[in-house]
């Protein structure tokens, strides 16, 4: 009888351990959350499309580039502040810092001729 009990101890003590390792994983993905960030950049006086320009993450070395339509997208951004710059040959460079959530991941940005 001892050592039955003694075996429903052990076992209740090894799934309790099991799930505190389980909880404290969980909790570091959610720390470390990353979603997908896209967005458009246009032309600021005509508001059309403009292709090939450059858009990088500022302080890592994520960068992309805005497809035909304009339209770029960046994965495994960390949620949080960040800074975008983006910038184009005869367009002046246009640096953004959003505030960016996971809610709310597609950003305009507009670039003015430069002069």
Known sequence: MKKVIFSFIVALFASSAIAEKTDSKVETKAETSTQCLSGNVVDKVS??????V?????GSD?????????HFVLDKVKTGECKLVASYISYDKNEKTIEFKSNANQVNIELQVSK
């Open 47 to 52: 508001g059309e499309a403009l292709a090939g």
């Open 54 to 58: 450059e858009v990088k993450l500022e």
């Open 62 to 70: 994520q960068k992309t580039y805005t497809d035909f339509d304009g």
